[in-house]
């Protein structure tokens, strides 16, 4: 009668090491190992400078932009004639916060004001209005910052012109 309980054990502890051992073979099999992303290219960064540039000119105003990828990585910055020489920095800085915080830098900036997160603050980021995320098919490819008090104006029109509907500037 031992040796039954013992070969018995050994099947039942068989058994069991195979259930795992097939568990992680589907869910190995399963994986994923890529995505496909989709980001902005150089053309299409320098086509949202060119489009907020008419904007502004057309509305007289004098502004500095910046692109970034969805890495944050700049793709393309740009300063009108007469911009100060802090505006492409505060570009840059504002479309690094918006690409952070998935949002206009102008919600961002109504958050930190109201108390409701100050997180952007100690987080060293640039909460004031003037920056949009690009977002498309719910993926944000990147974000644009501009100079200006009228900044997301500026940028929302650009990103109108360029992407003709197929992008927004909310991502959720």
């Known amino acids: 009668m031992k040796r039954i309980l013992i070969i018995s054990g050994t099947v039942g ?28 290219s150089s053309a299409g960064a320098r086509a949202l400078a060119d489009a907020c540039g008419a904007w502004a000119q057309q509305n007289n105003r004098v502004v500095a932009m910046a692109i970034l990828d969805w890495g944050g990585n700049l793709v393309e910055s740009h300063a009108m004639e007469g911009a100060p020489m802090n505006a492409i920095d505060t570009a840059l800085l504002k479309a690094k916060s918006a690409l952070r915080w998935r949002r206009p830098t102008s919600e961002t900036n109504k958050m930190v004001r109201s108390g409701e997160n100050l997180a952007p603050t100690f987080m060293h980021d640039f909460p004031q209005p003037g920056a949009l995320p690009l977002v498309v098919d719910g993926e944000v ?24 509907g197929h992008a927004t500037s909310a991502a959720r």
């Open 13 to 40: 502890l068989t058994l069991s090491l195979l259930v795992p051992l097939q568990a992680q073979q589907q869910t190995t099999s399963n994986l994923k190992a890529t995505k496909e992303i989709k980001i902005i």
């Open 141 to 164: 490819i990147g974000a644009m910052g501009v100079s200006s008090a009228d900044g997301e104006k500026c940028a929302q029109a650009a990103i109108d012109a360029v992407f003709k």
